[in-house]
C-alpha cells in the first residue's frame, strides 16, 4: 500500500468517525439537557417527549432508506447531503425560539442522522476492500460511537452549566461545517448501481404509522385517552401499518422483507431488540430529570452521575460478540436482559434523599446488562439469514432498537402522566415509570431464555456473531 493511499484512508476513516460521533453525541447530549429546556422554554413533559422522539423516530424510519440512497446515488454525496441537513438543522434547534421549531430541527436532524450514519459506514466497506482492515476501519467508528455516547451526559451538562441548552445544538454547527469542507476534498465518490429500488409506499406508511402511533401514546394524557383525536390516531396507526405489512408482503423489492421474519431467531432477537431500545433509552431519559426534579442536582453534576451506565455500556459492549461466541447468544442476551432489568428494578426504590453512593452501582448494572445485549442480538439476527443479506439484517436490527426507543420514551412518559394525574409525585411517577421498564425487561429474559436459540443452519455461524457485520451503535 503507498503512502498517498494510507494517507487517503486515514483522513477517510477520520472524517466518517468524527460525522457518526456527532450524530451519537446528539443523541445523548440533549438528555443531559432537558431539565434546562423544560425550565427555559417551560414546557411539559410531552414536550420533552417530542424533543426526544422527534429525533428518534425520525432517524428509525429512515435508517434502512438512507442506506439504500448512499449505494444508489453514491456514497460520498449522501454522507455530505446528511452532513449538511444535520449542520443546518443544528442552527435551527440553537436558535429555535419556541418549542415547536425546535421540535422540527430535532426531526431534521433525525434525517440527517439517518442519512449521514449508514452513507458513513458503506463509505468505510468501499475504502476497505479486505476484510481484515475493514473490520478493523468499523471498529474504530464503532469506539467513536461510544465516545459519543459516553461524552454525551458530560459535555452536554458542562456547556449547559456555562451557557444553556442552545449551546448544545450549537456545537455542532463548527464540526459539521468543517466536515463538509473536509469531506468534499478528500472522499472519493462510490456506489452500488445494482442496489434495490426505494420502496417509496412502505416508506411513507411506516413513518405515518409510527408517528400515528407516537402521537397517540405521547399526547393521550394530555387531551384524554379517549377523546376522538387520540382514538383516531391509534385507528390510524392500525390502519396504516397494516397497509405497511400488506404492501411489503406484495412488493417485489420491500423495504424490509417479511420472509426474514418467518425465521424464528431473526424474529426473536429483533423483538428482544425492540425491548432493550424500550428500557435503555425509556429509562434514560427520566435519569437526569430524577437527578434535577427530584434531588435538586445542577445539569453539569446529573450529567456526571449517570456516566457509570453509559460507560459501562462502552466498555462491555466490544466484547459481548466474544462472550457470546464462547457461551452462545440465548446465555449471553438472557443474562444481560436480566441484569438490566435486575438494575431498573433497583433504580425504581431509589428516593430523593437516596445517597450516590447507593445509586451508582445500579446504574452500573444496567448498563453492563444492555451492554451486553446489543451486538448479541444483532449476530443473531445476522446468523438466521444468507450471508448476502447480512448487511440487511444489521440495519433491521438497528431500526427496531429505535422503535422500541421511540416507545420506551412514549409510552413510560405515560406511565408517569398517568401517575401524576392520580395525585402522585413526581417523584413516585419515574419509580413506576423504572418498575414498568424493569419488569418488561425481565419478561423479555424469560422470553429470549426460552425461544432465542439458533436453527441448526445458522449454529454454525454462532461463533462469529459481530465478524459479519459489526452493531451499529448509530441513530
Known sequence: MTDTVRSNRVALLTVTCVGQFMALLDGTIVGAALPNIQQKLDTTLTGLQWIVNAYVMLAAMLLLTGGVFADRFGRRRVFLLGVGIFTAASL????????????????????????????????????????????????????FSGIGLAAGPVVGGVLVDLSDWRAIFLVNVPIGVVLLLVGARILT????????????????????????????????????????????????AVVLLGGFLATEARSEAPMVPLRMFRHRLFSVSN????????????????????FVFVQGTSVLRAGIENLPCTIAMVIVSPFAARI??????????????????????????????????DMWWRLLIIGIGFGLTMSPLTGAAISSVTPHEGGLASG????????????????????VRIRQDHGATLETGLQTAFVAAGLVTVLSAVFTALLLRPRSTAA??????????PAQTGT
Open 92 to 143: 435551527l434547534c440553537a436558535l429555535a425560539p419556541s418549542l415547536e421549531w425546535l421540535i422540527v430541527g430535532r426531526a431534521l436532524q433525525g434525517i440527517g442522522g439517518a442519512t449521514l450514519s449508514p452513507a458513513s459506514l458503506a463509505l468505510l466497506a468501499s475504502a476497505y476492500p479486505v476484510a481484515q482492515e475493514r473490520i478493523r476501519a468499523i471498529g474504530l467508528w464503532a469506539g
Open 189 to 236: 465518490e462510490s456506489r452500488n448501481p445494482s442496489v434495490a429500488p426505494f420502496d417509496v409506499p412502505g416508506q411513507l406508511l411506516s413513518v405515518l404509522g409510527v408517528g400515528a402511533l407516537t402521537f397517540g401514546l405521547i399526547e393521550g394524557a394530555d387531551l384524554g385517552w379517549a377523546s376522538p383525536i387520540i382514538l383516531g390516531s391509534f385507528a390510524a
Open 271 to 290: 423483538t428482544a431488540m425492540v425491548v432493550v431500545g424500550f428500557g435503555l433509552m425509556g429509562s434514560g431519559f427520566f435519569f437526569s430529570q430524577f
Open 324 to 357: 457470546a461466541a464462547r457461551f452462545g447468544f440465548r446465555t449471553v442476551v438472557t443474562v444481560g436482559l436480566a441484569l438490566a432489568g435486575a438494575g431498573l428494578l433497583a433504580w425504581g426504590a431509589v428516593h430523593h434523599d437516596t445517597a450516590y453512593t
Open 396 to 415: 433491521i436490527s438497528n431500526t427496531t432498537r429505535q422503535i422500541g426507543a421511540v416507545l420506551g420514551v412514549a409510552v413510560l412518559g405515560a406511565v
Open 460 to 469: 454454525a455461524r454462532e461463533s462469529r456473531p459481530a465478524e459479519s457485520a
